[in-house]
């Protein structure tokens, strides 16, 4: 069996042992979490037997549906390794961070959870159109019902506008990946080897820009098509929004670089500077409104457009460093996203409250706690030698050559980013105690672990995140080089 | 990895070892303990660096190197965790472990009752740990990484006392302000990549010697590089985070506010000075802002009533100074006066400390008056630091701040006015030390009879720190004679290599120049000495509340309204917008556009549906509307 479909099937397998599960709530998400470790130990495996260099590894083709030219085309290489190996990693971590929380029936939200799992490595894995849409499809259905029957109190608002919100995108790509599809010589197939070998003319690779964009954008988000992502964000369950913030974005990410620039490069020349300037706007855009957010939680949202346009902005100048920026930013960011929301989770859960306003002196009671709040904030502001700097480094640089003025807008993210930050964080850390502050317990084990896990991750990896740009470096070399 | 490259390695290693054992292991060990694992580490450091740096001058070797690993590769990037050790940071090296090492010795007396002992000196290691990253980084980017690093100590340890939102809020100002030098230094670095390929310190300035004087882009690089000097070296704009960073706890603005942190921007400029030697454009810049940071800062010092305020103006105001100098491209005079301000701002500093300690925490010298009697080692080193500032001969001070005066004097854009600000501002120096200086030491006591009664004087390890780094400021200027005393400029000397192509563009200073540049500069401090001392000692004048000030002195004391200033044209535009942009286009503009769509499209199909009405007539008529429409279309068309 290969080793890529193992990697895609085991998390549907975690997902119906979850599914049968009996015992006590606590019994469940513990018997979650450790099946989740299986993934991730196999990735491991997987990661010390692959070879950068080699191209795509471990791949498996079944004729699905020959008729039709699909085919079950899944395979390895070091960009989908990466991508692999951040979402088997934070799963584990993201169901830790959960353990103690009431869930009401934790058997379907973990196995929905895992079901999101499979979606996600499918994605990363697929080299073929059809299989990716499916796919992403999936990967939102998931998602939709853990907002809807877990999330806050506007959830089914909310989770409505999210969905169709998304679908609605999709559904532009569909349109495009149909007609990719067509123009595939003899045969039509929907693999991505007939795909990076098509010849389009630049009218046609200027709309199927914007068909793939679209849905590529809502789904990161890229100002302005991000308006479903800060009311999702705050009313979905924890869980939820660390799945959203930490992994599924970056499918509109890893979705640019593996399927518009190989296969449509001209029409991202002649777009792209529109797609930066959006990029661009968004940083500065949602860094200002994180600056007057009262809700912690909504803060991160807003923190997260704005890092994420950063990582867009990258990925659009088409250049070999801006993309292990894109990258590298994408591991960090996912890391550092479930750090924050797992912080923003702890405050609520002890205090009852995420209003910066009414919190204030923690760190006067709560000195671990303190110290990898600090740790993950400063990875979020991207301060050097932790893993936020490398990314932000290499886009600025990338977004750099292709305009100067561009980047020193974008670069603007530097100082906004700490002034969101540090004032968020006096406000609920400094100062003197308040009512809310002084119902703060210490941290339960399994929230310690997870943010020490969170924050050894964000120095390791900033101090050497060498072996993480290597496995990449190849694969993306790969892609620009098709693009040309 | 050899000897020598670890010897290099432990440098910067055995702080950050010293940082994380106390940081880890905090409450549970002894305040002993703490406090020799702390001073231990940095005074290794210390014996290291002088065994490197007389190997070098010596001429056993030029330089150490130690790469550690290859960090960040991307494309055609590649970084490597490199360190080096050559004239240029040897100087830095001994400044940062050497008075380091002296204020974590201080800081044991002076923090020794506070209960987070552990914490405060784990800050104060890793602080180190950065600043000699930062100095010793082979590349512009693990200079960058130590850049940042020590803001980030600087901010842990302004709000240091986190329980008070003035601190706090002190902190963050200052950790904004320098990231807004940061993006500029950022910029500055991309830039410089695009245009060497490279940020390596050797290839990048190798490749430079190759670049034409006036090149458009190393100007820019330069004055992009200047920005972040000006947000850490606290220059015009970016000062004012400098003199509210005064909250943190004493030693700290010794140690980061004064001798060290805050002369990274000199050092930055003077480590890229083939740059700045090939863009005189950029240099004028330099030395202008230089300049006139020297003389804003000296007029706010003026009216200061706080001890350390006055202090932290007067650090702007010197910094000022070194900027003049390495935009003039003196740079080893620039370097100079950092290791000599080092000394007696750090010595003031630490004097100013031990006062506030006997004073129990009081600040404002309208309080003070005749601690000579109480305190007298703290008084005795003071007014060696003091007259170091202002230039006394033969106090370090002096020798530095001449050198910067005659090679001002002798740069061609210009250099006439500066000379006489920057003399001017040497009058204000020493105006507003002496102010304070007899206001604290001399005549009598101002403050409460509580605190009359518990004055003392420091305990050993506050005091011994003081002596030493008054001999130090009594003798440090030796290391650079003025060319009149026929002496080896030791300092210049050391750095000539390093330096290639200073004193292209300044000229030596004539004998007679500089004889009467010493004689007036000795007449005009004993005028101001005599005259301070008839106003604040014999008259007993004592500045007046801060509601009974009028006009420019109101003006002087408000420090010229600048941070008002800021609030209403950048914070509050900044948060308008921010909240304009939040609560209504983000709800109304870009949201609503969103459901404007999505009513559209339910609209739109809602009304389209309305045309299935079942009549079997109404369809037929449409097809006749249709056929008649395709052959009008037909017709006037096709």
């Known amino acids: 069996m290969s080793e890529s479909l193992l990697l895609l099937l085991l998390p549907l397998a975690s997902m119906f042992l979850t599914i049968f599960f009996s015992g006590e709530k606590s019994m469940v998400s513990r018997g979650s979490m450790a099946i989740s470790l299986i993934p991730l130990l196999y990735t491991i495996w997987a990661l010390i037997h692959f070879n950068p260099e080699g191209g795509v590894q471990y791949s498996f083709n079944y004729a699905w549906i020959p008729s039709l030219g699909i085919n079950l085309h899944i395979g390895l290489d070091g960009l989908s390794m990466l991508m692999i190996l951040l979402t088997n990693f934070l799963v584990p971590l993201i169901i830790l961070a959960s353990v103690n929380r009431s869930i009401p029936n934790p058997n379907a939200f973990y196995s929905l959870l895992f079901l999101m799992q499979f979606a996600l490595i499918g994605v990363f894995l697929s080299l073929d159109a059809f299989v990716f849409y499916i796919f992403w499809e999936l990967a939102l259905i998931p998602i939709y019902f853990i907002c809807l029957l877990w999330g806050g109190e506007s959830r089914v608002r909310i989770t409505l506008k999210f969905f169709i919100y998304t679908l609605s995108g999709s559904l532009f790509m569909l349109i495009g990946i149909i007609y990719l599809y067509l123009q595939t010589p003899g045969v039509h197939t929907f693999d991505i080897n007939a795909f990076y070998q098509l010849n389009l003319s630049s009218q046609e690779q200027s709309w199927l820009f914007w068909a793939f964009f679209l849905a590529f954008a809502i789904k990161i988000p890229i100002f302005p098509f991000h308006t479903w992502q800060p009311d999702t964000y705050t009313d979905a369950p924890t869980a939820g929004t660390m799945m959203l913030g930490g992994i599924m974005l970056k499918m509109g990410i890893y979705g640019i670089i593996r399927w518009m620039i190989p296969v449509i490069p001209q029409g991202i020349l002649e777009w792209q500077n529109v797609a930066i300037t959006l990029c661009v706007i968004g940083i500065v855009y949602a860094s200002c409104i994180a600056l007057v957010q009262k809700d912690y939680k909504r803060l991160i949202a807003y923190s997260s457009i704005a890092h994420v346009g950063l990582i867009s902005a990258g990925v659009f100048t088409m250049n070999i460093i801006g993309l292990q920026g894109a990258t590298i930013q994408m591991l960090a960011h996912g890391v550092n996203v479930v750090g924050l929301f797992l912080v923003a989770d702890i405050l609520f859960a002890k205090t009852n409250t995420r209003m910066l306003n009414e919190l204030g002196g923690i760190a006067n009671s709560q000195r671990i706690f303190t110290i990898l709040f600090v740790i993950i904030m400063l990875g979020s502001v991207a301060l050097p030698l932790t893993n936020g700097f490398v990314g932000e480094f290499l886009l600025l640089n990338s977004i750099f050559n292709y305009n100067a003025i561009m980047a020193a807008f974008a670069g603007l993210t530097v100082i906004l980013g700490a002034v969101y930050m540090l004032r968020s964080y006096q406000s609920i850390m400094l100062g003197n105690e308040t009512e809310a502050s002084k119902r703060f317990l210490p941290l339960l084990y399994n929230e310690q672990i997870v943010l020490v896990v969170v924050a050894i991750v964000i120095i390791v990896t900033g101090v050497y995140p060498q072996p993480l740009l290597k496995i990449a470096e190849p694969s993306l070399r790969a892609i620009l080089e098709m693009a040309k | ?638």
């Open chain 2, 1 to 638: 990895m050899n000897l020598k490259s670890l010897l290099v390695l432990l440098i910067p290693l055995l702080p950050l070892l010293g940082f994380a054992f106390n940081g880890l292991l905090n409450k549970n060990l002894s305040k002993g303990i703490v406090g020799l694992v702390a001073c231990g580490s940095i005074f290794i450091s210390f014996c290291i660096s002088v065994f490197l740096v007389l190997q070098i001058s010596s001429g056993v070797a030029s330089q150490f190197d130690c790469t550690l690993t290859d960090w960040i590769s991307a494309g055609n990037l590649h970084l490597n965790l490199s360190f080096v050790v050559d004239r240029l940071s040897a100087i830095m090296l001994l400044v940062i472990t050497g008075v380091g090492f002296l204020i974590h010795v201080y800081s044991t007396g002076y923090m020794h009752d506070d209960d987070d002992y552990a914490r405060y000196f784990s800050y104060l290691n890793l602080f180190v740990f950065f600043m000699l990253l930062l100095v010793m980084g082979s590349n512009f980017v693990v200079m960058f990484a130590g850049w940042e690093g020590v803001g980030l100590c600087s901010y842990l340890l302004i709000g240091f006392w986190f329980k008070n939102t003035a601190y706090n809020n002190a902190a963050k100002k200052a950790f904004v302000m320098n990231r807004i030098g940061d993006l500029g230094f950022l910029l500055g670095m991309f830039l410089i990549f695009s245009k060497f390929g490279s940020l390596d310190f050797n290839t990048v300035f190798e490749l430079a010697k190759n670049a034409s004087t006036g090149d458009v882009t190393i100007t820019a690089i330069c004055i992009l590089l200047f920005i972040g000097a000006m947000g850490k070296s606290a220059q015009i704009p970016l000062y004012t985070w400098l003199p509210d960073a005064m909250a943190g706890p004493t030693p700290v603005s010794a140690l980061i506010h004064a001798a060290t942190m805050v002369t990274a921007g000199i050092y930055m400029i003077a480590r890229s000075n083939i740059l700045y030697t090939l863009s005189p454009e950029a240099g004028l810049m330099v030395a202008a802002v230089g300049v006139a940071t020297a003389f804003f800062a000296a007029t706010i010092g003026l009216k200061q009533n706080d001890i350390k305020k006055v202090l932290a103006y007067s650090t702007v105001s010197q910094l000022g100074y070194m900027f003049a100098a390495l935009g003039v491209g003196a740079y080893s005079t620039g370097m100079f006066h950092v290791v000599t301000h080092a000394f007696f701002k750090a010595l003031l500093f630490l004097c100013a400390g031990s006062v506030i300690h006997a004073m129990s925490g009081e600040q404002d010298i309208r309080k003070m008056g005749g601690l000579r009697k109480k305190l007298p080692i703290t008084h005795l080193t003071f007014l060696i630091g003091t007259l170091a500032i202002t230039g006394c001969p033969p106090f370090a001070g002096f020798f530095s701040k001449d050198e910067i005066l005659a090679k001002v004097h002798g740069y061609e854009n210009g250099g006439m006015l500066m000379f006489i600000i920057l003399s001017f501002t040497s009058v204000m120096t020493a105006v507003y030390m002496f102010r304070l200086y007899w206001l604290t030491f001399w005549g009598d006591f101002r403050g409460s009879h509580h605190q009359s009664e518990h004055l003392h004087e420091s305990p050993i390890s506050i005091t011994v720190p003081l002596v030493i780094l008054a001999v130090f400021s009594t003798f440090g200027g030796f290391m650079g004679m003025p060319e009149l005393f026929h002496a080896p400029h030791f300092l210049n000397n050391f750095l000539e290599p390093i330096i290639s192509f200073a004193g292209m563009h300044s000229h030596e200073a004539s004998e007679t120049f500089e004889i009467t540049l010493i004689a007036t500069s000795i007449i005009v401090l004993a005028i101001i000495i005599a005259a301070t001392y008839n106003s604040y000692v014999t008259k007993q004048v004592v500045p007046e509340e801060d509601f009974e000030e009028r006009g420019f002195a109101k003006v002087l004391s408000h420090k010229y309204y600048i941070d008002e200033l800021y609030e209403n044209i950048i914070t509050k535009p900044l948060q308008a917008i921010s909240r304009l942009l939040g609560n209504f286009i983000e709800k109304y503009v870009i949201d609503g556009a969103v459901f404007g769509v999505n009513w559209l499209i339910r609209n739109g199909s809602a009304t389209l549906r309305l045309l299935q009405t079942g009549s079997v007539g109404f369809y037929v008529f449409g097809m006749v509307i249709g056929v008649i429409l395709i052959f009008v279309f037909k017709f006037f068309i096709g």
